[in-house]
């Protein structure tokens, strides 16, 4: 254990271990200090350069109800239309409301060397909520509730600078991942969002976003309610999964 460090190794991978995604929150609103607190720790991560190309829209009250409202807007749009065959597809593509204006990329197929774990865990998921793969309307009606932020009284929108690439995404997550934690130490839960992030121009207009920044995710925070939904688990790969094997 090193010096000032008051938790064992032990404690540190069960802490690590807890942590899970949020799918349900309370309203209650997130004090202002605590918030404070959790931003600071955010910051502690490192960073190329010590650039920081990364910037924090805080949605909550009346800006983050505007913004679920549009997003709420946009999918039901698109989904519904979609659900009607290609009818439905050729109004959305002449009218293109409900299309991604950002994050293009999150509506494209997985690869297929990580597409199996994308599977399962979509299984698992709308298992642990008893809807069946064949029953779009109880899915899409349960995707809608990424734009309801989970009910979270505050959504943390994460742009990264674009001169520097993957280089600021990487940072980005360095920087969540601390956040992440730092909540989860304070009992918040947060469920980071890519699908919270295709709509670009809903948030632009409530925040004052510099040019040269885009979109990277959204990350829903608030405290967990009691809810089936924050009983779920997704299943963890092992280590061997990731670590790239010598030639010889």
């Given at each position: 254990m090193q010096p000032g460090i008051k938790l064992t190794a032990s404690q540190i991978s069960e802490f690590l271990a807890?942590?899970?995604?949020?799918?349900?929150?309370?309203?209650?609103?997130?004090?202002?200090?605590?918030l404070d607190s959790i931003f600071e720790d955010a910051l502690t991560a490192p960073s190329?350069?010590?650039?920081?190309?990364?910037?924090?829209a805080i949605a909550s009250g009346e800006s983050r109800d505007?913004?679920?409202?549009?997003?709420?807007?946009?999918w039901e749009y698109l989904s519904s239309n979609l659900r009607k065959g290609w009818r439905g597809k050729l109004r959305v593509l002449l009218t293109r409301y409900g299309l991604p204006t950002s994050n293009r990329v999150v509506g494209k197929p997985y690869s297929k060397d990580i597409k199996p774990r994308a599977m399962r865990l979509g299984a698992d998921l709308y298992g642990h909520y008893g809807i069946k793969r064949e029953d779009?309307?109880?899915?899409?009606?349960?995707?809608?509730?990424?734009?309801?932020?989970?009910?979270?009284?505050?959504?943390?929108?994460?742009?990264?600078?674009?001169?520097?690439?993957?280089?600021?995404?990487?940072?980005?997550?360095?920087?969540?991942?601390?956040?992440?934690?730092?909540?989860?130490?304070?009992?918040?839960?947060?469920c980071p969002q890519g699908?919270?992030?295709?709509?670009?121009?809903?948030?632009?207009?409530?925040?004052?976003?510099?040019?040269?920044?885009?979109?990277?995710?959204?990350?829903?925070?608030?405290y967990p309610s009691d809810s089936h939904a924050n009983t779920f688990k997704a299943n963890r790969i092992g280590s061997e999964e990731v670590i790239i094997k010598p030639i010889n």
């Amino acid at each position: 254990m090193q010096p000032g460090i008051k938790l064992t190794a032990s404690q540190i991978s069960e802490f690590l271990a807890s942590r899970r995604s949020t799918r349900d929150f309370r309203s209650d609103p997130i004090p202002q200090e605590v918030l404070d607190s959790i931003f600071e720790d955010a910051l502690t991560a490192p960073s190329w350069s010590n650039t920081r190309p990364f910037k924090i829209a805080i949605a909550s009250g009346e800006s983050r109800d505007r913004i679920s409202a549009e997003f709420l807007k946009r999918w039901e749009y698109l989904s519904s239309n979609l659900r009607k065959g290609w009818r439905g597809k050729l109004r959305v593509l002449l009218t293109r409301y409900g299309l991604p204006t950002s994050n293009r990329v999150v509506g494209k197929p997985y690869s297929k060397d990580i597409k199996p774990r994308a599977m399962r865990l979509g299984a698992d998921l709308y298992g642990h909520y008893g809807i069946k793969r064949e029953d779009k309307i109880s899915r899409d009606k349960w995707w809608a509730a990424n734009y309801r932020f989970f009910g979270a009284p505050t959504e943390l929108f994460i742009y990264i600078h674009k001169s520097l690439g993957i280089f600021s995404a990487s940072d980005a997550g360095l920087m969540l991942e601390n956040l992440i934690l730092s909540a989860h130490a304070r009992g918040l839960g947060t469920c980071p969002q890519g699908a919270a992030a295709i709509w670009d121009d809903v948030v632009r207009k409530e925040f004052d976003v510099p040019k040269n920044y885009r979109l990277l995710c959204g990350v829903a925070i608030g405290y967990p309610s009691d809810s089936h939904a924050n009983t779920f688990k997704a299943n963890r790969i092992g280590s061997e999964e990731v670590i790239i094997k010598p030639i010889n």
